[in-house]
């Protein structure tokens, strides 16, 4: 796909995203995806235990106990979001792996442009 682009490109403009590209600083891509991998980890630990605590507290049975924890995980992203904390967690977990024109989106909507 790159190569297209290239293609459509004058002579001056291709050497330009060479020197570009070549410019460009090495992403850390093995060190984000683990940070998505553990954020993102997290958060379904948190959802389980959610749904645990209404399994064994609440009498639920484990399908019945969904609904309430989805309502609580939306619960607990407002109090985030209203505390400013939750676009911090975002850029914590964020998989910072994109290239230009593609998209990497991680949990809850946590998206990379």
Same mark, same amino acid.
């Given at each position: 796909?790159? #190569? #297209?682009?290239?293609?459509?490109?004058? $002579?001056?403009?291709?050497?330009?995203?060479?020197? &570009?590209? &070549?410019?460009?600083?090495?992403?850390?891509?093995l060190r984000n995806v683990l940070r998505a991998f553990l954020t993102g980890g997290l958060i379904c630990v948190? +959802?389980?235990?959610?749904?645990? &605590?209404?399994?064994?507290? +609440?009498?639920?049975?484990?399908?019945?106990? +969904?609904? $309430?924890?989805?309502?609580?995980?939306?619960?607990? %992203?407002?109090?985030?979001? %209203?505390?400013?904390?939750?676009?911090?967690? +975002?850029?914590?977990?964020?998989?910072?792996?994109?290239? %230009?024109?593609?998209r990497f989106c991680q949990f809850n909507g946590f998206c990379c442009h």
């Open positions: 796909m790159a #190569n #297209n682009k290239l293609k459509k490109l004058t $002579p001056v403009q291709q050497e330009y995203q060479r020197m &570009a590209l &070549a410019k460009q600083p090495k992403r850390k891509t948190l +959802g389980q235990a959610i749904t645990n &605590a209404f399994v064994h507290w +609440g009498g639920m049975d484990k399908v019945k106990a +969904g609904n $309430p924890t989805v309502a609580v995980l939306i619960l607990i %992203s407002v109090i985030l979001t %209203s505390l400013g904390l939750y676009d911090k967690i +975002g850029a914590m977990g964020r998989g910072r792996i994109c290239r %230009s024109g593609h």
